[in-house]
């Protein structure tokens, strides 16, 4: 694909293209880093990003600029083709997409597939070798079962869902339309139920299910619990990283983003638009308002108000983290200090 081809698909993209500089329109192949780039290849730099002084010796052929009049020149003088957008790196994802390979399974059933009693199955599905697909399960069209993915009875699949190999879906769950589940993940496990009596631990049957909104992504080996009674909800748009744990009963909002090794608690309650960075731990039906932004390795207990910031265990506000957080290399002279007023004191 030429530059100029790119140039023309980002003129209506949202990430807001300013001003290019086609050059000789080289041909792209595909996209590199700024400091790995080498010819028929496009790169990027944000504003202010810490690699732009790669582009003194990149060799990528185009590049995709923040407005900013020094970068500009510096490609120029490199006979490198360019465009400043206001967002550059979603205008390289919107750019990788273009120069993507994509093949597509053929649709139809493998002979190994299984497939259960009344099972409904729409137009131009894919079912790879080894699946499971248990009775009355339906599987929207366009939808695409890769390799050893596991169906349970009564399980609702939307259109155009795509399940990567091993995945396994529970009995009862339902997907919206648009949704990606990796391999290995397992949604609809059971929740961690048990009650305790004076024999042992009680096992509390686990009846409910769990429902993914339009445009769910969930990551490989990820699980998502079903509760004993009532539902598990994922908010559309919310994107899911690789070993997450969502417990029973938890309810997210729309356009979540949950990184990875993060640990939700049964109960627990996510507004829309929250960020939870990773091995992020959230309580026991916490609650969390819109737009939460929970920084690596915070616990969060009880409330945390919309629009806030918070680091810490457990977490507290941004800010005030850092100044604890400056805090912590002078305790011990802090201390020492202390115990010497104490011990001038009681003299």
Partial sequence: MFFSSIINILKESEAGLLSYEIGGDPEI??????????????????????????????????????????????????GIAWATVKDPRLAFAETLDLLQIKTSPPTGMHPTAVVGEEVVI???????????????????????LHPGTIIYEDVVIGELNELHANVVIHSGCQLGQKCIVNSNAVIGSEGFGFVPTSKGWRKMPQTGSVILEDEVEVGSNSTIDRPCVGETLIGAGT????????????????????????????????????????????ANRAIIGDHVIA??????????SANEVVSGFPAIPNRLWLRCSAAFSKLPEITKTLRELKNKANQ
Avoid: Y
């Fill in 29 to 78: 192949i595909s996209g590199a880093s700024i400091d790995k780039g080498k010819s028929q290849q496009i790169s990027f730099l944000e504003k202010n990003s810490k690699l732009s002084t790669a582009l003194n010796v990149s060799e990528v052929d185009a590049i995709l600029l923040p407005n900013n009049e020094d970068l500009c020149l510096l490609a120029k003088e490199k």
């Fill in 122 to 144: 729409g137009e131009n599905v894919s079912i790879g070798a080894n699946v499971f697909i248990g009775d009355r399960s339906k599987i929207g069209a366009g939808s695409v």
């Fill in 239 to 282: 994107k899911i990283d690789n070993l997450v744990q969502i417990g029973h009963g938890v309810k997210t909002g729309k356009g979540c983003a949950i990184a990875s090794q993060v640990g939700i608690a049964g109960g627990a309650q996510l507004g829309n638009g929250v960020i939870l960075a990773g091995q992020v731990g959230v």
């Fill in 295 to 304: 920084s690596s390795k915070s616990g969060i207990h009880g409330v945390v």
